[in-house]
């Protein structure tokens, strides 16, 4: 057997088990399997605890259930948290909320490139059908789940396509900092490199573009997996965004004055 580089997959989550329920069982479902699942977990309740729990029967993956106290919205440094955590030198990034088409791991590992990271695309769920499944706690098959969901091309899954467009589809100009947080991967000495995620940024907005940005700063090519590793986003109202102006701030001074390394990042919990 060839060797592949081990990844670790690192979930956030908050308080929404019924998602991560959904979630897990699409991981489960994968044609190859992530070599550990890390939790973040931004301060759930006991329910949380217990599901993630029940997870360790069903898998031989290892898991890590990474938590901190509810202090409000701090993603930034549940993430950090969990990155260091992290037994692998790649680490494959999502949100709780998401289901995986079952050939994502294997996608973003097929893409795995040094001195580079990628980002991919998400498809909506509609609200109807995400309230339907959550209250059925049953994963239904990837073909139902793309007839009742948006973002069509999204979804749509063409490999030889995918490493054409890597290093072409939304990379430079105005997408240069685009990212899909709840879908990246990266490498972890590359994110410990820039120490992390910058946990200033506490409330929804930027703080993955505000990564991505020093990892680009840092020399480090972003590559964008159209039509490959695609997740199934559930529906839910909107986070509170009153912190998006800071954040943005806090992005930009990264933008204007090149910054490579964060202050307030990972280098704490290593």
């Known amino acids: 057997m060839s060797y592949r580089t081990k990844v670790s997959l690192l979930i956030t989550t908050y308080n929404w088990p019924e998602a991560l329920e959904l979630c897990f069982q699409s991981i489960l479902n994968q044609y190859t399997p992530p070599d550990e699942v890390v939790f973040a977990d931004d301060g759930s309740k006991d329910p949380t605890r217990i599901l993630i729990e029940s997870f360790r029967e069903k898998t031989d993956t290892p898991i890590q259930h990474i938590w901190q106290e509810d202090d409000g919205f701090q993603l930034a440094k549940i993430r950090n948290k969990a990155i260091a955590a992290c037994k692998h030198p790649y680490i494959i990034q999502i949100d709780g909320d998401l289901i995986l088409n079952p050939y994502f791991i294997k996608?973003?590992?097929?893409?795995?490139?040094?001195?580079?990271?990628?980002?991919?695309?998400?498809?909506?769920l509609h609200e109807p059908y995400s309230k339907k499944i959550l209250n059925s706690g049953i994963l239904p098959p990837i073909s139902e789940i793309k007839r009742n969901s948006n973002n069509f091309f999204n979804g749509l899954r063409i490999p030889y396509l995918t490493k054409f467009l890597s290093n072409k589809y939304k990379t430079k100009n105005k997408y240069r900092d685009f990212t899909r947080g709840c879908n990246m991967a990266y490498w972890r000495d590359d994110?410990?490199?820039?120490?992390?995620?910058?946990?200033?940024?506490?409330?929804?907005?930027?703080?993955?573009?505000?990564?991505?940005?020093?990892?680009?700063?840092n020399g480090k090519e972003k590559r964008f997996l159209k039509f490959s590793a695609i997740v199934y986003h559930i529906w839910h109202q909107f986070s509170n965004r009153s912190s998006q102006n800071i954040n943005d701030e806090i992005y930009q001074k990264s933008v204007n004055q090149t910054i490579i390394?964060?202050?307030?990042?990972?280098?704490?919990?290593?």
């Open 261 to 270: 390394k964060t202050q307030n990042g990972i280098n704490k919990y290593l």
């Open 191 to 217: 994110a410990i490199q820039i120490n992390g995620y910058n946990e200033n940024m506490i409330g929804w907005g930027s703080e993955d573009k505000e990564f991505v940005t020093r990892m680009i700063n």
């Open 107 to 124: 996608d973003h590992i097929n893409h795995i490139k040094p001195n580079s990271f990628t980002t991919g695309s998400r498809v909506n």
